[in-house]
């Protein structure tokens, strides 16, 4: 009984989820980049990622990491899918200063070459600023785009 109540709560939840996307498109110049996406100190709706997708002109370093230390800089907004009313609660930075989190994941993507990382048992529970995702390209000449996928609920 537990849980049909635990399951009929989560599609309840489910149901109401508003779809979020942050895209970072910038030409590099030996040059690093991370963008994050970031829980508030309060007031936080649960997260669950849909993916990321990340293209290098040229072959570039990627790291995956979550829990760095808070972002501060530079904000940037998250666009909401067609139809969602609510802004995003998490929060968006590019050239974003967060620190060093917990490695997912490394990966190298080929010069003129998209990746595509499922993200979707990836989530960000309750508020708290130190709760976070990025990616980070390491030093590369090159135009980088990276695009995030969410939800909240």
Same mark, same amino acid.
């Not at 997260?47 to 990627?62: E, H, L, M, N």
């Not at 595509?116 to 048992?121: P, T």
């Given at each position: ?29 030996? $040059?690093?980049? #991370? ?5 508030? =100190? /309060?007031?936080?709706? +649960?997260?669950?990622?849909? @993916?990321? *997708? ?30 969602? $009313?609510?802004? #995003? ?5 590019? =050239? /974003?200063?967060?620190? +060093?989190?917990?490695?997912? @994941?490394? *990966? ?30 390491? $030093?590369?000449? #090159? ?11």
């Amino acid at each position: 009984m537990k849980r049909l109540a635990a399951g009929l709560l989560l599609l309840c939840a489910a149901a109401f989820a508003q779809d979020y996307v942050l895209t970072r498109e910038i030409a590099l110049t030996a $040059a690093a980049e #991370a963008v994050t996406i970031q829980q508030p =100190a /309060s007031g936080a709706r +649960t997260v669950r990622f849909s @993916g990321v *997708y990340v293209y290098c002109s040229a072959q570039c370093d990627v790291t995956l990491e979550h829990t760095g230390t808070a972002a501060t800089a530079t904000s940037a907004t998250p666009t909401p899918y067609p139809g969602v $009313a609510k802004a #995003a609660t998490a929060g968006g930075f590019v =050239a /974003s200063n967060v620190g +060093t989190g917990t490695v997912l @994941g490394r *990966y190298t993507v080929a010069a003129t070459g998209g990746m595509v990382l499922d993200l979707s048992r990836v989530a960000l529970f309750g508020p708290g600023t130190a709760k976070n995702v990025t990616i980070r390209i390491a $030093a590369v000449t #090159a135009t980088v785009k990276v695009v995030f996928e969410w939800e909240e609920y």
